[in-house]
T-cell receptor, first 114, second 115 residues
Framework: AQSVSQHNHHVILSEAASLELGCNYS??????LFWYVQYPGQHLQLLLK??????LVKGIKGFEAEFIKSKFSFNLRKPSVQWSDTAEYFC????????????FGKGTSLLVTP | ETGVTQSPTHLIKTRGQQVTLRCSSQ?????VSWYQQALGQGPQFIFQ???????GRGNFPPRFSGLQFPNYSSELNVNALELDDSALYLC??????????????FGQGTRLTVV
């Protein structure tokens, strides 16, 4: 069965620090990969997605992620975080056997301190 | 804003009761998926509707059921509510055309509390 693992459940960073959130998945076939963000009190929003092509994907708000097929990884990065990046981050893989429904990791709670 | 709207935003029900949650998909989208997000967890896939038929189902019992209407809006029904059903229920819409599909856009969710 498909699964998604996020390595860090809680991360605390100071403003301007660099961010890397780990995500690994298990699935034998072709995958589409996503990072979603949930700001406090808001709906889940798409940060970035990988369907095919360049494995380095750039998203909104300065985020990027790199798909490494050999490592089954899709880590999220940002060179310099801001207080407004405080949120819950979810990695997800879609499942073509379930109409491309999303299989989410448990999430990483990021707190950025001033 | 995503254009996906859910109602109600909050709901309190008693164990054993039934509940219906509603979702209006984003304009132009034909696929609706429902997810359950327990506190501190990632969303868990419940089921998906495409062209008014269930098109995939996660590991949820039959007392979780749904509908999709011709305008692509959708309902999630839960019978015989249990305390563990307390969660945020998320609706997501997307567009499928043949093998092409867009990413999912999520609504704000319905917070269900079962007491």
């Amino acid at each position: 069965a498909q699964s998604v693992s996020q390595h860090n459940h809680h991360v605390i960073l100071s403003e301007a620090a660099s961010l890397e959130l780990g995500c690994n998945y298990s699935y034998g076939g072709t995958v589409n990969l996503f990072w979603y963000v949930q700001y406090p009190g808001q709906h889940l929003q798409l940060l970035l997605k990988y369907f095919s092509g360049d494995p380095l994907v750039k998203g909104i708000k300065g985020f990027e992620a790199e798909f490494i097929k050999s490592k089954f990884s899709f880590n999220l990065r940002k060179p310099s975080v801001q207080w407004s990046d405080t949120a819950e981050y979810f990695c997800a893989v879609d499942d073509p056997n379930s109409g491309y429904a999303l299989n989410f990791g448990k999430g990483t709670s990021l707190l950025v301190t001033p | 804003e995503t254009g996906v709207t859910q109602s109600p935003t909050h709901l309190i029900k008693t164990r054993g009761q039934q509940v219906t949650l509603r979702c209006s998909s984003q304009s132009g989208h034909n696929t609706v998926s429902w997810y359950q997000q327990a506190l501190g967890q990632g969303p868990q896939f419940i089921f998906q509707y495409y062209r008014e038929e269930e098109n995939g189902r996660g590991n949820f019992p039959p007392r979780f059921s749904g509908l999709q209407f011709p305008n692509y809006s959708s309902e999630l029904n839960v019978n015989a509510l249990e305390l563990d059903d307390s969660a945020l229920y998320l609706c997501a819409s997307s567009l499928r055309q043949g093998l092409m599909h867009t990413e999912a856009f999520f609504g704000q969710g319905t917070r269900l509390t079962v007491v």
